[in-house]
């Protein structure tokens, strides 16, 4: 068996040549992001609220650390390139009821789980987090520790908005102990900006990053996307280039995923405006090129950190991590979602609320769990799930190796590796003994490979984003 180091294979610099013909065959293959396994349109009705209650009530608390994520689905103005669940609102009426429903969730699940569950992640995403009030803020924070052991040195993360971040909120989220802001740039040429309606000028940036720091935030993370209107492979240079002058920590490089006949507002995007298959892969490797030039380590898929972040340590370790929010440092296998469209997860299985508001508050409302739909695991699913993880994280995995953690025979997918023939011709994978490998030149592919051990992926195919 090969020993390929899982560390070379994914910290290499993303600057092989572009293999323009790969890239065109397998143009238009749909396959998912593997933020979980299965994935998300594999969940179904068979888990509701009843079985959630159930999972919850079987926690070991003495075992498990815990994660929560806090979904507010609320913005300003809707930017038409946005795959998220949100809703656009003028008055903080709405937010401020949405609030009290919010609350009222993370009472009900603390309440049902047995004894305090200890928690080392919070990260509360949207939609627009900070467009809650200061003091409404703050008080969820409190909250959150009052009902679950926040350890002192939990990472407390929050996507932030520039354009309507204010002083006051970012003194409100140090207060809170907020040390991890993730800020939404995309792009900063003006041209790419009025074209998804988002007019965010640099010095915006800018300002909410001097209070930010102001206010002890230090750790930041910057949003960049390719594949917008407009965008070229000049301009979305210029773009990293501005955003490393701002010091991030990490850097998330998104490609837009155009599904007008999902999220109606993208119809108002230019598709002559959207570059092609091979014209995307430029921008991307453009982007990375800036960045793996200014030391920053590429991270699996799509992200880049500095050398001594805890993203590329732990991946140098080969401890990285992906769950819902992308690559991550957490790897508790309890996460717990609150709000409309969240999605958690727990050792029996996946869990989402309720996606439209009025369904998620009239069952919170009713004291009941507004669990929408959701998944149980089986074994086969926790190993393919590792396999995936690994993959998506190392860009090479022991296949042998995880299948004997899993107490099955290292052989189990010997055939599984043979029907791979057709992606080690096209060098989209080299597969030695039992380890497969993605080669550098295709690591914008690598959904490719993992979707070789995904057995769901025949009845969900048309859910999910381009493989390039």
């Not at 397998?26 to 068979?46: I, K, Q």
Request: hydrophobic share 45%; aromatic share 8%.
């Amino acid at each position: 068996m090969n020993a390929i180091s899982p560390v070379a294979c994914a910290t290499a610099a993303p600057t092989a040549p572009l293999n323009a013909a790969l890239l065109a065959k397998y143009d238009g293959l749909r396959v998912p992001r593997y933020t979980s396994y299965p994935t998300a349109p594999h969940f179904t009705a068979a888990v509701g609220a009843e079985r959630y209650a159930g999972w919850l009530a079987e926690l070991d608390t003495a075992a498990h650390t815990g994660s929560l994520y806090l979904h507010v689905p609320f913005c300003a103005k809707m930017c038409w390139y946005c795959g998220c669940h949100t809703k656009i609102v003028a008055r903080y009426a709405p937010i401020a009821e949405y609030l009290g429903h919010l609350r009222r969730e993370i009472g009900m699940v603390a309440d049902r789980i047995p004894g305090r569950l200890r928690v080392r992640h919070i990260h509360f995403g949207g939609g627009t987090p900070t467009m809650m009030a200061p003091d409404d803020f703050e008080s969820l924070i409190a909250l959150l520790r009052e009902r679950y052991d926040v350890t002192p040195d939990a990472e407390i993360a929050v996507e932030i908005d520039p354009r309507t971040l204010t002083r006051a909120m970012a003194e409100a989220l140090g207060r809170a102990g907020v040390n991890r802001a993730s800020l939404g740039v995309q792009d900063f040429d003006a041209a790419v900006q009025a074209a998804i309606n988002r007019i965010q000028p640099q010095e915006q940036t800018e300002q909410a990053l001097e209070w930010l720091r102001a206010n002890g935030i230090r750790h930041i993370n910057l949003d960049l996307m390719y594949g917008l209107p407009n965008q070229s492979v000049e301009s979305v240079a210029r773009s990293a280039e501005i955003a490393l002058t701002m010091a991030p920590d990490r850097l998330s490089v998104f490609g837009y995923a155009h599904v007008p006949w999902m999220k109606t507002h993208q119809k108002k995007i230019d598709e002559s405006a959207l570059a092609g298959t091979l014209g995307r892969w430029e921008q991307f490797a453009s982007i990375a090129a800036v960045l793996t030039d200014a030391g920053f380590q590429p991270i699996g898929l799509d992200h880049f950190a500095r050398p001594d972040d805890e993203l590329a340590v732990q991946q140098s370790e080969g401890r990285l991590s992906r769950n819902f929010q992308g690559y991550t440092t957490d790897d508790a296998e309890v996460l717990l979602g609150f709000g409309a469209s969240s999605i958690g997860a727990l050792p029996q299985g996946y869990v989402q609320n309720a996606v439209p508001f009025d369904q998620y508050a009239q069952a919170v409302e009713a004291g009941r769990f507004p669990t929408g739909k959701g998944l149980t695991l089986t074994a086969d699913d926790r190993l393919r799930r590792d396999l995936i993880v690994r993959l998506m994280c190392d860009l090479s995995v022991d296949v042998g190796a995880v299948a004997e953690a899993h107490g099955l025979a290292a052989g189990i997918f010997d055939a599984d590796l043979e029907a791979m023939a057709d992606l080690v011709a096209d060098g989209v994978a080299v597969v030695e003994g039992r380890r497969v490998h993605v080669p550098e030149p295709a690591r914008p592919l690598m959904r490719i490979v993992a979707a070789r051990f995904d057995t769901y992926l025949s009845t969900g195919a048309g859910k999910h984003s381009r493989a390039v």
